[in-house]
């Protein structure tokens, strides 16, 4: 049977190309509110860039949970449009803005529960932990319009448009970086605000974001648009966004449970240690999370080619998008081993943090190829329909091989064995990838 879907006809790396281009760069933009904001903070003070490292865990589990309900939104819309039920899609639509201003609601409130005596188990030092205070105080306020706009971007891309909710994204970013300074040091009409202002300007970034969300999905135009007639709630419904949008939630919710679990370690050392590790890790995260942005674009590809039983453009979709990835990881490897200091100094950093940090970012900077390989390993199992084995290497490398690669590293060479664990960590879960694969083919054969 012919077909002209370009999944099926559409080169292979012209496609990848296409579908990866708008996630990499709404990842670039997701990860680099916190990195904008440690940019600006550390030149108030390093006690400041720690209040900030310490606030980054509550954000990302934060970030987690939106992703949750709006991959779960996402993954229903696409597949109630696939089988021509628009009214089930629309009433998705409902169902996931009532469930991010709901969810997000909680998890406000939950962080202002939480964040006093989370910031207490981590620091004695009373500046930073009023710092740390005053920060998360007012960026809690930000779950909402975070939720709300991810849930509508995704329902947005779940109707094939990738671009559209690329500018929402993009003027929140724009709004971030221009009232961080102003907000954070005064200028003009504006009182210098000191570290809250970093979290106002966050705040009012995503809030930017969700209005032009809002907006977008109310145009008449959208192939999905908010049900409100006839509306009532369905538990079902809600049970499955939660469902197909978990796996997302608990890859993403690693990270932030991987942090502060080297936090741990860290504090006995020192806040400069901290405060670095929270500057190198957004680094890391807009690094890494943009590559993630190009897997994203090799799943459907490959996902799709997988269903049409088209195994000769699957494994080229997975040759091609592994080259890609390859390149781009050895490419931030690169950067990071070669301008740490340049990298360090848009944090202001100290020479305490200089002493240690330049080698530290060079050490864990040659994670990063294996990181990169592993999840592409991962990303070709999720397309296949191995959701089990993805999740396996996931969780390999951020707490299987990581807690006891810090622990045992820690002991045996202290501050620079927590640096090793990562990279000793990703060989192992690259290890892991590869003999899954082999075993994979072989009982396939």
């Known amino acids: 049977m012919q077909t002209n879907n370009k999944m099926a006809v559409a080169p292979v790396g012209k496609l990848i ?30 006690n400041a860039l720690t209040a900030v490292s310490l606030s980054f865990p509550i954000t990302t589990l934060m970030n987690a949970a939106s992703i949750w309900i709006g991959v779960g939104v996402n993954v229903l819309i696409a597949g109630y449009l696939g089988q021509k039920k628009q009214d089930e899609a629309n009433t998705t639509v409902t169902h996931g803005l009532l469930l991010a201003f709901g969810v997000g609601a909680l998890l406000n409130l939950l962080s202002f529960l939480i964040m006093k005596p989370y910031f207490r ?50 003027a ?26 970093a979290a106002v300007a966050t705040v009012a970034g995503y809030l930017l974001s969700m209005i032009l969300a809002f907006a977008l999905l109310l145009d008449k135009k959208q192939k999905v648009q908010i049900k409100i007639k006839g509306f009532h709630l369905q538990k079902q419904m809600i049970r499955r966004i939660f469902a197909f949008g978990l796996p997302s939630f608990i890859m993403n919710a690693l990270s932030s449970f991987m942090v502060t679990f080297v936090n741990l370690f860290l504090v006995a050392y020192s806040d400069t240690a901290i405060a670095f590790f929270g500057a190198y890790f957004k680094v890391q995260q ?34 091609y998008g592994t080259a890609l990835v390859t390149g781009m990881m050895i490419l931030g490897t690169l950067a990071v081993i ?79 064995g927590i640096w090793l664990a990562f990279p000793v960590a990703e060989t192992g879960t690259l290890l892991v990838a590869l003999i899954m694969m082999a075993w994979y083919h072989r009982k396939k054969s």
């Open 17 to 46: 190309w296409q579908m990866s281009i708008p996630p990499l760069i709404s990842m670039f933009l997701q990860y680099s509110y916190n990195l904008i904001d440690s940019a600006f903070v550390a030149r108030l003070s390093e």
């Open 286 to 319: 807009l690094i890494v999370m943009t590559v993630n942005g190009l897997i994203q674009g090799c799943l459907p590809v490959m996902r799709f080619n997988y269903g049409a039983g088209s195994s000769e453009r699957l494994h080229s979709a997975f040759r």
């Open 338 to 416: 070669l301008f740490p200091a340049q990298i360090l100094g848009l944090f202001t950093a100290s020479e305490a943090m200089r002493s240690f940090g330049i080698s530290a970012m060079r050490i864990m900077a040659t994670s990063y190829l294996f990181c990169g390989l592993s999840t592409m390993i991962s990303t070709y199992f999720q397309a296949t329909e191995k959701v089990g084995s993805s999740m396996a290497i996931q969780l390999c490398r951020q707490l299987l091989f990581l807690v006891p690669s810090l622990w045992c590293l820690d002991k045996l060479f202290h501050l620079n």
């Open 172 to 197: 929140g970013v724009v709004v971030n970086f221009v009232f961080d300074p102003i907000l954070i040091f005064g200028i003009g009409i504006f009182p210098a605000m000191g570290i809250r202002g």
């Open 121 to 170: 188990a981590f620091t004695n030092n009373e500046e930073i932990y009023q710092l740390s205070i005053a920060y998360m105080g007012v960026c809690s306020f930000m779950q909402i319009p975070n939720m709300v706009h991810i849930a509508i971007q995704k329902m947005i891309q779940a109707t094939g448009n990738m671009i559209a909710p690329m500018w929402f994204q993009i």
